[in-house]
């Protein structure tokens, strides 16, 4: 007797390949994935305006570089001596109000041109709550730790954010006509709404994920969330936290997902990628200057045996090197 509910594999092999570009964006979960993506030397871009959680907030960034927005110092505000912008996560945030926008467009010009070129967009949402400044009745990526009472707090309905990203989805084709969308919803719980409102939360993003993915060929859903809840129903595959994925967890998820996306192929490369990976992320334990000159000789040997091979690897290692 199989005392568990194994979730098995898409059959959607060969879809991701490291000669394609990617985005990933959405919740902190697509960092967890994204990061192992970039470990494998793929060439992926991964939350180009920081973390986000809601489909309204990720749709409006989207909106921003497909349209590759120029953000001015009017998209900023101040508070408790940083600048901040409600469209971006703090990671962008700082001191001075010039490099914060010189950031932000920096990314935004060269996230814009990834999204044109990309062969597949991977987005992440993780809660259909969302929170509106009162000042301008516009949902925010991020609060920035201002006063509650700054906000409305609501929950989007399944035909709102439907509708929005159905507009979305077109002007994504419109751009990138050859562009494959996969949608997941975070299995990291939301328990600061409480159990109940988390449940009804991920059951909208669930039906919403599902109209979407019925509508349109090229959009498909992968179950991160039903990996976790149900393959993994069990608190040691959680964080100390009892939220969020324990790494056990992200990389069993990882796993299933490679096996959906990646030809026989691309996993035989995958491995490699990250053997290199680990060597160029080395810290030398020793002071023996001999040692550490063999050492780094043969990693240069490895990549320039590996860009001979798989040339479209070169920026990708170049991102793991600085």
Known sequence: MEFRTTIKPLESRGMISHDGAMMLLGSCFSDNIGRRLQDALFDVEVNPFGTLYNPASIAL????????????????????????????????SGVNAGDVISRINDKVVEASVRLKRSQVLIVTFGTAYV?????????????????????????????????LWKNII???????????????VSPIRHLADGAHANQVSKSILLLVVEQLSNIYDDVIYFPAYEIMMDDLRDYRF??????????????????????SFFSEETNNLVHECEKLTRRLKHRHMTDDVLAIEKFNLSTQHIIDRMLSAYPYLGQAIKNIQT
């Open 238 to 259: 959680y964080a100390s936290d009892m939220t969020h994925p324990s790494d056990v967890a992200v990389d069993y998820i990882y796993k299933i997902f490679s096996q």
């Open 170 to 184: 077109l002007e994504l084709q419109d751009i990138n006509p050859n562009l494959k969308i996969v949608f997941t």
């Open 131 to 163: 929170y509106e400044y009162k000042k301008t009745q516009s949902v925010v990526s991020n609060c920035h730790k201002l006063p509650a009472a700054d906000f409305n707090r609501r929950l989007m309905s399944i035909d709102e954010i439907v509708g």
């Open 61 to 92: 960034a989207l909106r921003d570089l497909i349209n590759c927005r120029e953000f001015g110092l009017n998209d900023l505000f101040e508070y408790q001596g940083r600048y901040h912008s409600f469209s971006h996560h703090s990671s962008f």
